[in-house]
Nanobody, 124 residues
């Protein structure tokens, strides 16, 4: 059974940093692209970042470019999201997911399964 377990969220002041982790289990994801998404209260889930299985193709939403960095460790079946210079508008529940292609995660991605996510709150 596939599981995606997100962690690392919390309460941080504007300008602060957090590092999210997503541990995947149930099968190997080393040949899948991985992505991060977020959903703020009252809004639809949106794409944040995606990375190909090899790590050589990376996409970011315009709103996080230059502030967030996605990376992965295939040996650990884990993908990370380093978030710097956080803003109140980054407040959301953050989720990860997988697909064959990073470009699919970037646009038009749908999934039957989502993990529980991890809450990120940026507030003073």
């Amino acid at each position: 059974q596939v599981q995606l377990i997100e962690s690392g969220g919390g309460l941080v002041q504007p300008g602060g940093s957090l590092r999210l982790s997503c541990a995947a289990s149930g099968r190997t994801f080393s040949r899948d692209a991985m992505g991060w998404f977020r959903q703020a209260p009252g809004k639809e889930r949106e794409f944040v970042a995606a990375i190909s299985w090899s790590g050589n193709i990376i996409y970011y939403a315009e709103s996080v470019k230059g502030r967030f960095t996605i990376s992965r460790d295939n040996a650990k079946n884990t993908v990370y999201l380093q978030m710097n210079s956080l803003k109140p508008e980054d407040t959301a529940v953050y989720y990860c997911n997988a697909d064959a292609l990073a470009v699919t995660l970037r646009a038009g991605f749908e999934a039957d399964y989502w993990g529980q996510g991890t809450q990120v709150t940026v507030s003073s």
